[in-house]
């Protein structure tokens, strides 16, 4: 009897693998600063850099309704 072909993984299911997603802007903005969630409203930092960004930038919608500013929606 000769070699068998073919995937032997065949009809196994595949391994979870969690992938790695990089951080958004946000994310990384906070962490430079090292700032924690409680943290956040009070950063003047991290509100002017919202401001200059939340048009092109992911940012949590509870922090812009805390702050009072409006980004664009589409």
Do not use: C
């Not at 068998?4 to 430079?32: L, Y």
């Not at 509100?47 to 929606?73: I, T």
């Amino acid at each position: 009897m000769g070699k068998r072909q073919g995937n032997s993984n065949w009809g196994k299911p595949q391994p979870a693998v969690a992938e790695s997603v990089p951080p958004t802007s946000f994310e990384q903005i906070v962490g430079q600063l090292r700032l924690r969630p409680t943290q956040y409203l009070n950063s003047q930092t991290l509100k002017d850099w919202v401001q200059k960004n939340m048009h092109r930038k992911y940012v949590p919608l509870d922090l812009l309704d805390a702050w009072k500013l409006e980004a664009d929606v589409e």
